[in-house]
């Protein structure tokens, strides 16, 4: 059996980690005010993961405010958050077994740079989406929001990574999204789909988790996308 398709057990627990997720998420909000920091945000978020029953996390929570973002994968430190900043929080845990992946992006006060790269990555994103289905290359479908990057002016250098990657008992596992990706997605499987622009001055990253069905997808996240808090 291919251990990429997940059963309908196996999806729950997913979406039942991914609730805790967007749970820590919302609760966090209330927090995100200026002088704040990164590290006292990401142990919040783990405060909130473990009191709903969350085993771990599924991997160190990104939280990066303004130029901090310049980074991908930037670890939490003591920057302090300022009215302006983009916040990138990327948050999952493990619940039973199974992980969950979450990206999403706020401004306390965004102004027009800021509003209009967030709505370019929600474009790319949305997109991409709707390209999933039974028997999508994963190239395809990291290619539909690539373009849509590209045509904005967005590069290798903004757009660093894959487009996403399967979930399961691990956060990162096949098949991928990427340009060079050649495998099918199936229905049962469950990919992300994370669209990212990273500058000097900040960045915007959105990510979903997706179930392939036979006609099409599911989206699993129910966590909004808005820009201000």
């Not at 989406?129 to 045509?151: E, P, Q, T």
Request: hydrophobic share 40%; proline share 3%; charged share 30%.
């Amino acid at each position: 059996m291919d251990s990429r398709i997940k059963t309908k057990e196996q999806i729950d627990l997913m979406i039942k980690s991914l609730r805790i997720a967007e749970k820590a998420l919302w609760d966090v909000q209330k927090y995100l005010k200026p002088g704040v920091t990164e590290k006292q945000i990401a142990t919040k978020l783990w405060q909130s993961m473990k009191k709903q029953g969350a085993q771990k996390l599924a991997f160190e929570t990104i939280v990066a405010f303004g130029t901090s973002a310049e980074d991908m994968h930037h670890s939490a430190s003591n920057v302090k958050l300022s009215e302006t900043d983009l916040i990138m929080i990327d948050l999952g845990c493990v619940y039973k077994g199974y992980c969950s992946d979450l990206t999403r992006t706020f401004c306390l006060k965004p102004g027009k740079r800021e509003k209009e790269l967030f709505n370019i990555i929600k474009k790319a994103q949305i997109a991409a989406i709707k390209a999933i289905k039974n028997k999508s290359k994963g190239c395809f479908v990291d290619g539909v929001a690539r373009k849509l990057l590209l045509k904005a002016g967005y590069g290798k250098r903004e757009f660093q990574h894959g487009l996403g990657h399967g979930v399961g008992t691990v956060v990162h596992e096949n098949p991928r999204l990427r340009p060079k990706a050649r495998s099918y997605l199936r229905t049962g499987m469950v990919v992300t789909v994370e669209p990212g622009v990273y500058l000097d001055w900040g960045g915007v990253r959105l990510e979903d988790m997706i179930l392939v069905t036979e006609n099409g997808y599911k989206n699993l996240t129910k966590f909004p996308k808005n820009l201000k808090i």
